[in-house]
């Protein structure tokens, strides 16, 4: 009981801190919008009047405070470029960009533990070496040359051009396959060589421990050891890199495979919101991201107990 | 002194790390040139003829304005090292800071406001971070170095402060406060020092971080603002290769590629001389 109300403090302070630094830096320091609300050659009262509208005659503090009250009512309000409901554009893109990030988020995630999993079985050997260097590699190249180069050599005439080269007109299940595997092929390479270091570090880390020695002496073999007590055991980071990626995955990755092949997902729309000064829009994302990162830590506690009943 | 030998000996031996370390200095030295003023002056006139095919004229051909492909990519060199070194050394000594503030006052108020801070940066999607500091900081060439610093602070802040909180308790420290030496005299001259490998391999690990943050952030029009880099390449080619034109896409992402493998075997060699037991695997 302690532990969750401790957990809960925890979250509602890290809520406290992103909502100020987030509205500090976009509402406060933000663009202001009054000049592109106003019309020409208006007069110092109606450019006051429209001042007070937004808001932006209150002093620090009671904006931030109305800006979390809105946030925690759930008033989104209503986007100031296209007028449409916050409320209705989230539900229009989040499931494109799940749709977009999940097979590349799990392929990524899989393949890290299987590479993983290989090279802690035969470390120091050729396969190590090998899994290694495919990793160093993978993590020297950059993510916009990998998505340029993907495009060029799968979706253009220059290459095998066997996909569209940008867009998202998703119909059914062979449209999806269509458009979401160059974006889901660029976001495996990119992170399967972190995923693949972080995963071999931690199962090394767990196949030195002397349990192994034990299990090793009493004539396990290898494969069992590696799956039933160097994997079991290493739950516990698996996990928590795997829960702690996702919204970072779902906001930051989104932003960059949604802006170059021109997808409508909650990245695209929040890049636009950020650029445009589209403040509800921003509140919302940035809100939901702060509460969904929480919401996801006290998950990942509750999965531990799950894997491991030593935590309490 | 013999660690530091020690430390040589086993980097000497580590064959890839010293590749890295020859790539790294051989592309330093290009920013030097640069900086000097006697390499990749010619970055910006646009004289030729556009997308002209490599020559004795342009080495590398000419891009989609008519520019020396070579000379940007050459100039480029530049403008990561600046970014990389402003943002590693930088963010690099504010984790220091903070992280042994927070290791020495280990369990307190001061402790857990910079662990909340840590939390909460780390809690904001970055780009959105990034992109909303270019917007906060209008127009200034500085922002993305501003956002950068600020965000990858806290990793190594992290590190130091559990460094901090092991040497704590050594003997050294405790007869350096018995003599009564103030706080900041320990942490400066006996504690900070103690944290050097983690510093140096937590810089070199920035730095990477910050060359390719850079490319991301240049191509999604938040990056360099004045001057040439890979970044700004990458984003002019996405217009070429559709169209087939190549060359700018292949100049920027091999020069990118090899300073960046580079660093990385460097970074790998120093984590393995600094760390015996995962070197002896």
Redesign the interface.
């Known amino acids: 009981m302690n532990f969750a109300l401790r957990k809960l403090a925890h979250g509602g302070l890290l809520i406290l801190g992103v909502t100020l630094i987030s509205f500090s830096l976009m509402v406060w320091f933000g663009p202001d919008q009054t000049y592109s609300l106003v019309g020409k050659n208006a007069s110092a009262e109606q450019i006051a009047e429209i001042r007070k509208q937004l808001g932006y005659d209150q002093p620090f503090i009671e904006r931030y405070v109305s800006y979390l009250t809105d946030l925690f009512t759930l008033n989104l309000g209503a986007s100031n470029s296209s007028g449409e409901a916050v409320s209705n554009i989230l539900k229009k893109t989040i499931p494109v960009t799940i749709q977009l990030m999940i097979p590349g988020f799990i392929l990524g995630n899989l393949l890290g533990i299987a590479l993983g999993l290989l090279a802690t079985y035969r470390k120091g050997r050729w396969i190590d070496r090998l899994i290694n260097g495919f990793s160093v590699t993978s993590m020297s190249i950059s993510f916009l040359v990998v998505i340029i180069f993907l495009q060029v050599f799968l979706c253009t005439p220059y290459g095998l051009n066997l996909f569209p080269v940008r867009g998202w007109q998703v119909t059914g299940l062979s449209s999806y396959l269509l458009y979401v595997t160059v974006p889901t092929l660029s976001l495996v390479f990119i992170t399967v060589g972190y995923n693949t270091r972080f995963y071999r570090a931690v199962f090394v880390e767990e196949a030195g421990k002397d349990h192994i020695r034990t299990a090793r002496a009493f004539g396990a073999s290898p494969a069992s050891i590696l799956w039933r007590h160097v994997l079991k055991n290493s739950l516990v980071p698996i996990t928590t890199r795997f829960m702690f990626s996702i919204p970072l995955i779902v906001v930051s990755g989104s932003l960059l495979i949604e802006s170059y092949f021109g997808i409508p997902g909650i990245g695209k729309v929040t890049f636009d919101a950020i650029t445009n000064g589209d403040q509800p829009v921003l509140k919302a994302v940035v809100g939901l991201t702060a509460v969904a990162f929480i919401f996801i830590q006290v998950l990942t506690d509750m999965i531990y107990k799950l894997i491991d009943p030593r935590i309490a | 002194m013999g660690s530091d030998l020690r430390l040589w000996g086993q980097l000497r031996a580590d064959k890839a790390g010293m590749a890295g370390l020859l790539v790294v200095a051989a592309y330093f030295l290009l920013a030097v040139g640069v900086w000097a003023g006697m390499l990749g002056q010619d970055w910006s006139s646009a004289g030729g003829d556009r997308w002209a095919s490599p020559g004795a004229e342009a080495w590398f051909g000419t891009n989609l304005l008519g520019q020396d492909i070579f000379q940007r990519s050459i100039y480029s060199v530049r403008t990561a090292f600046e970014i990389g070194l402003v943002v590693s050394v930088l963010s690099t000594l504010l984790g220091a800071i903070l992280g042994a503030v927070a290791g020495w006052y280990g369990k307190t108020w001061v402790d857990g406001s910079v662990l909340?801070?840590a939390?909460?940066?780390d809690?904001?999607?970055?780009?959105?971070?990034v992109?909303?500091?270019a917007?906060?900081l209008q127009g200034k060439p500085w922002a993305m170095h501003v956002a950068m610093v600020a965000t990858f602070w806290t990793g190594t802040g992290r590190l130091v402060r559990a460094e901090v909180m092991k040497i704590k308790s050594r003997e050294f420290i405790l007869s350096a406060r018995a003599i009564g030496l103030p706080d900041l005299v320990i942490l400066a001259r006996h504690v900070l020092p103690n944290t050097g490998h983690i510093l140096l391999i937590q810089a070199s690990i920035v730095f990477?971080a910050a060359i390719?943050t850079e490319?991301?952030l240049s191509?999604?029009?938040l990056g360099v603002q004045d001057g040439v880099s890979w970044?700004l390449m990458?984003?002019e080619?996405?217009q070429e290769?559709?169209a087939?034109h190549?060359n700018n896409?292949i100049a920027a992402?091999a020069m990118?590629?090899v300073l960046?493998?580079g660093?990385?075997?460097l970074s790998?060699a120093l984590q393995d001389a600094f760390d015996p037991r995962?070197a002896a695997?």
């Open positions: 909340w801070l939390g909460v940066l809690s904001i999607p970055f780009y959105l971070f992109a909303a500091v917007f906060a990477v390719k490319v991301i191509f999604l029009g970044g990458l984003a080619s996405t290769v559709l087939g190549f896409f992402s990118l590629f960046l493998m660093f990385n075997q790998d995962e695997l």
